[in-house]
């Protein structure tokens, strides 16, 4: 990268971070202002910031940046904690419709109402059965790397 | 009381301003990794692949977002499920943006409202419908992985996160919408006709628990959506992105055509040797790949137990790329049971032989059965024929057994020990003479057609049956037809494929030197291999001619009524199985003649093998493999003779002297040379012609032969 192109992706980046920063001051004075007209605009800005800064780095040389190695030597863990958080209400919710299922079919509607409980049940199951098989897999990609050379594992599997 | 809704009904000012504020962090992930691989793909080799762009787009929707390559009849499951997801999941995402074109556009900068009355109704309707498909289709698919475990089929972390998140995006989206209606008493719930009767049930909770449980909902929805955005640049789930951009920029050229290194006197660099050797649409090629095995749904070398998988090459091939781009994916995508994707296992490797294996790149027939079926057109073997160009140029190892082969070539002009005299040695078998080229120049004569006997119709004893039967029908026909004779040579092809392209080069253009010489402009070949380069590798060096597959000739002869068959004849009874060559189905697309020929005889029954057409199976001989030793898995000529017998067919009809050689051994190997033999088109219609002299064709064909008449020429060559 010569001196020039590198001045210029300094500019871009600024331009980027500048355009996130008015976005989000767009979409305060939106929803704490009443302004709703520039929500829009605010959105757009953000959107336009986040790809320019996204494009500007992925663009650049691959540093192994040190959040990014924290990310990685942590992902097992974050991995688990998204994956809990993300099902958690909707597991609430649909225990919920289950267990309120008798005094929903006694309000005259028992037929929908059973309905509904039976859709809440697949839809728990379908949940944490995606639950449990995404942290299987996310425990089973902390295994270490497998060593060895390619020709060895294919005349194993020959 | 019009219908419609109230959106971001229960949300405070809070949520709107998280929500879009927040919406930086997955857009700097997605165009981060995008970004990053779009700088990995340019450390490739330039290529123009920008041309053509209206017919490249369209042909990239009809492939993609139609999914024509993805639903097919052999894989419905898995095609209709990923249709479902992806109908599912790009209808929901329209739907999100038509809510915030109205609450964040219409509504505050126009004050006009459009979601509302029959749209609002539709839209309804749809959005439950399209979650279904989102849910089901990921569903089927957990239970394809889990439960059906196709073989080519493997399993990685990174799917079933995908598939999870998939699932848990669709169930958030009908509970928030439920527990919404349960509330409001929506008069319209009906239309969501899969929340509104968990709205019914939900409706028994207390209003300030329903409250509670739909923001934790809805904040916990669009979180999921954002680390699932955040996600995708780093996971298969990419492949929306880097599926279509392959799509679009894959190759237009003829597929049978392997692009030659160009000015190979003055290059540096000869074949694939490290990553950035590659062009960069191969880089994108190997990005593309999603690991849905469907290349190994038809390769010779993965059914028969071999190292080689096309998939695991390109994944290998991937991975490498992924560890040197610096994208931090990796250790998400290794298989459940395979040491094979060592992904992030460091960069530092070299590319052959501790990405990809010499084994695995030696043991590929190149029958292109991989990029038949590859969804997002995949070329396995531009990939492979690349890599093998650097081991035999650059480090000089190749098998063995291939030495022999590069220098017969270079000397003799062919891959066997015969000298060029020899060539028309076959013509001594026929009643009139075959003339050559150069006493057809020399009498100022013109022909009508150039027959290419090609190095195995000349030299081994059983293709010169093949050859002598197609001289027949050309005679019986009338056809004023010549031979090159000595001046023949071989086309280059087991060179090129093999990895010498240098040598392939030479050989071509002396071969159409010799053409062009003669001014021949068309020509009849038994060969599909000498066909395919003759067709499409000769004119990158000025060989342009009109090339005819012997089968395509033969049938239209027929047709045309040039050729008289008898239907009693002695090898014009019972089944019949054909087996599609490579270099001319796959390749080269010709599928129906050599049937219509067979079909031109009604006392042959016609049976199709399992594996047929551009599925069909390859006989283990292409790509140089005829002259190398089958060490490695079962034996893939003894496969496909095994499905031949299976089909209850006594003969075994070949269009390729590769794949007669294949064959004969395979019928050998099994044991089946008294009950099943192979014979060649030409041999069966030569059989079945009533010829001018009253000669019975099918004692001089295959029926005497076959049933142990000594070969009246050469030995087989070594």
């Known amino acids: 990268m010569t001196k020039d192109d590198a001045m210029l992706t300094g500019r871009y980046r600024i331009a980027s971070a500048a355009a996130v920063v008015l976005g989000i001051a767009l979409i305060l004075l939106s929803e704490l202002g009443g302004v709703h007209e520039v929500r829009v605009f605010g959105a757009g800005l953000i959107s336009l910031g986040g790809i320019g800064l996204g494009v500007l780095a992925g663009l650049d040389q691959p540093r192994r940046a040190e959040w990014l190695a924290w990310v990685r030597d942590r992902r097992v863990a974050l991995g688990m904690i998204a994956a809990l958080v993300s099902v958690a209400p909707v597991v609430v919710a649909f225990a919920a419709a289950l267990v309120v299922l008798p005094a929903a079919m006694g309000e005259g509607r028992s037929g929908m109402a059973l309905l509904g409980g039976l859709i809440a049940l697949l839809m728990l199951m379908a949940s944490v059965g995606c639950f449990v098989l995404a942290v299987r897999a996310i425990r089973r990609a902390a295994r270490p790397v497998t060593p060895g050379s390619p020709a060895e594992a294919g005349e194993e599997a020959a | ?718």
């Not at chain 2, 073989?151 to 169930?171: N, P, R």
């Not at chain 2, 160009?262 to 950035?276: D, S, T």
């Not at chain 2, 392939?504 to 002396?510: C, H, I, L, R, S």
């Not at chain 2, 893939?636 to 031949?644: D, H, K, L, S, T």
């Open chain 2, 1 to 718: 009381m019009i219908p419609t809704r109230e959106i971001l009904w229960n949300i405070t000012a809070l949520g709107p301003i998280l929500l879009y504020t927040l919406m930086a962090i997955p857009f700097v992930f997605l165009a981060y990794g995008l970004a990053r691989r779009v700088r990995m793909w340019r450390q490739g080799q330039p290529e123009n692949r920008f041309d053509q762009l209206g017919r490249r787009l369209w042909h990239a929707i009809l492939m993609t977002v139609l999914h024509g390559r993805i639903v097919r009849r052999r894989n419905r499951f898995g095609g209709l499920m990923h249709l479902a997801i992806f109908v599912g999941f790009v209808t929901l995402f329209i739907g999100t943006v038509i809510v915030m074109i109205e609450a964040d556009i219409t509504v505050p900068i126009f004050g006009v409202s459009f979601y509302r009355g029959d749209f609002y109704l539709v839209y309804k309707a749809v959005m439950n419908l399209a979650g279904l498909l989102l849910i089901g289709g990921s569903l089927a698919a957990l239970y394809r992985r889990y439960v059906r475990r196709p073989a080519t089929l493997e399993t990685t972390g990174d799917d079933v996160v995908i598939l999870a998140f998939l699932v848990v995006l669709g169930v958030q989206g009908f509970a928030v919408q439920a527990l919404r209606m349960a509330v409001t008493d929506d008069p319209w719930g009906p239309w969501s006709f899969v929340s509104y009767p968990m709205a019914l049930t939900l409706s028994a909770l207390p209003e300030s628990w329903l409250r509670a449980i739909h923001v934790a909902n809805w904040y916990i929805h669009f979180l999921t959506n954002f680390v699932f955005l955040s996600y995708v640049a780093y996971s298969k789930m990419i492949h929306p992105f880097t599926s279509f951009a392959n799509v679009l920029f894959r190759r237009l050229k003829p597929v049978g055509a392997l692009d030659p290194i160009e000015n190979i006197e003055e290059a540096e660099v000869f074949g694939a040797g490290k990553l950035e050797d590659f062009t960069w649409a191969q880089l994108l090629n190997v990005d593309a790949c999603m690991h849905c095995g469907r290349c190994l749904e038809y390769c010779p070398t993965f059914s028969t137990g071999k190292p080689l998988r096309p998939r695991d090459v390109v994944l290998e091939l991937a991975g490498y790329m992924a560890d040197r781009g610096g994208i931090f994916s990796g250790e998400l995508g290794q298989g459940e049971n395979s040491a094979r994707y060592r992904w992030g296992a460091g960069p530092d490797r070299a590319l052959i032989p501790d990405v990809v294996s010499p084994a695995e790149l030696w043991d590929c027939t190149t029958c292109g059965a991989c990029m038949a079926q590859c969804p997002v057109y995949i070329e396995h073997v531009p990939l492979i024929v690349g890599m093998r160009r650097h081991l035999v140029l650059e480090q000089g190892e190749f098998p063995e057994e291939v030495t022999s082969v590069f220098t017969n070539l270079e000397r003799l002009g062919s891959p066997y020990q015969f000298p060029p005299n020899q060539r028309a040695a076959w013509t001594k078998r026929l009643d009139q003479p075959v003339p050559e080229m150069a006493e057809v120049a020399a009498r100022g004569e013109e022909v009508e057609i150039l027959f290419w006997v090609g190095c195995l119709g000349s030299f081994d004893s059983r293709n010169q049956r093949t050859t002598v039967a197609l001289a027949r029908i050309l005679q019986a026909a009338g056809i004023k037809f010549a031979i090159l004779g000595k001046e023949e040579s071989c086309t280059g092809d087991p060179a090129r494929r093999i990895g010498n392209e240098y040598l392939a080069q030479m050989m071509a253009m002396q071969a159409v030197e010799t053409l062009n010489t003669y001014n021949v402009k068309k020509v009849v070949t038994a060969c599909p291999h000498c066909f395919n380069a003759i067709k499409n590798e000769f004119p990158q060096i000025g060989g342009n001619y009109e090339v005819i597959h012997h089968s395509q000739l033969i049938n239209q002869l027929i047709a045309e009524g040039r050729i008289t068959l008898d239907p009693n004849s002695a090898l014009a009874r019972g089944a019949v199985t054909y087996h599609d060559p490579c270099y001319l189905g796959r390749y080269n697309g010709e599928y129906d003649a050599p049937r219509e020929a067979l079909a031109a005889l009604p006392g042959l029954e016609l049976r199709e093998m399992r594996r047929n057409r551009n599925t069909s199976f390859c006989c283990g001989g292409g790509g140089g493999r005829l002259f190398m030793e089958e060490t490695r898995g079962t034996r893939i000529n003894q496969a496909r003779v095994r499905e031949a017998i299976d089909t209850g067919a006594e003969l075994l009809a070949a269009a390729c002297p590769f794949c007669m050689t294949m064959f004969e051994d395979g019928i050998h190997g099994v044991g089946a040379e008294e009950s099943f033999k192979v014979l060649d088109i030409a041999e069966i219609v030569a059989g079945s012609m009533i010829t001018p002299n009253g000669a019975d064709g099918a004692k001089e064909h295959g029926a005497a032969e076959s049933e142990g008449a000594a070969p009246e020429s050469a030995e087989r060559p070594e």
